[in-house]
């Protein structure tokens, strides 16, 4: 009988090492996810450490992007944005991440977008633009004619003023439009001087000949 029970114990040991063996041939992630790629096929032989698979997280989907140096500050995380992906669907997220520290070579700030992907529709791998929550500025579209620069070497745009008179403003160029830069320092409304302006000076009296499009709307 003792020795029938041994036998029986031995068997059930053995049952639960091969189970346990079974266990240890099953690769199992410790997350849910999609098998985006597989480096083995059945019967290879792997060893500790070997990659034998790529699993994805599609649900939240990261967008990762990059922002200049010029724009750092106005980011925050938890902000809204919104990407636009190559084939036009917009997705809606947050803002989830923001670098503190510039890349070397290109002086942006890698940022990162987080969006719910329930449905898995959105792939891994898309090109995407995304549109970040900046602070409002007001800006003018001017010709690149219209730009000139004062003694001091400043580049800005001459406008004429109440009187007739000449007057210069400094500015700044902060993109590029269709029909030319768009410019910062300039007030809500302003009378550009389009032709000549580098034949009159700031406090000139002028007799000024009115385009039809004389006055840049401010956007």
Request: glycine share 8%; with cysteine; net charge negative.
């Amino acid at each position: 009988m003792s020795e029938t029970l041994a036998q029986l114990q031995a068997a059930q040991s053995a049952l639960s090492l091969a189970r346990l063996e079974m266990d240890r041939a099953k690769l199992t992630a410790s997350f849910a996810g999609t098998l985006t790629d597989r480096m083995v096929e059945v019967g290879d032989w792997v060893k500790t450490g070997d990659i034998v698979a790529r699993v994805a997280t599609l649900d939240p989907m990261k967008i990762v992007g990059a922002v200049t140096e010029k724009n750092i500050g106005d980011l925050k995380t938890e902000a809204p944005a919104v990407a636009t992906l190559i084939d036009g669907r917009k997705i809606e997220g947050q803002i989830t991440f923001v670098s503190s520290v510039a890349d070397p070579q290109t002086r942006t700030f890698a940022l990162e977008m987080t969006a719910a992907n329930p449905d898995g529709a959105i792939q891994e791998g898309l090109t995407a633009v995304l549109r970040l929550p900046l602070k409002e500025t007001l800006a003018h579209e001017i010709p690149p004619a219209c730009l000139t620069m004062d003694p001091d070497g400043s580049i800005g745009v001459k406008t004429v003023e109440e009187g007739d008179v000449v007057r210069f403003y400094p500015v700044a160029i902060i993109g590029e439009g269709v029909g030319g830069f768009w410019v910062t320092g300039l007030p809500a409304m302003a009378r550009v001087i389009t032709v000549g302006q580098d034949f009159v000076s700031a406090g000139q009296v002028v007799t000024p000949q009115e385009a039809p499009s004389a006055e840049a709307p401010p956007q």
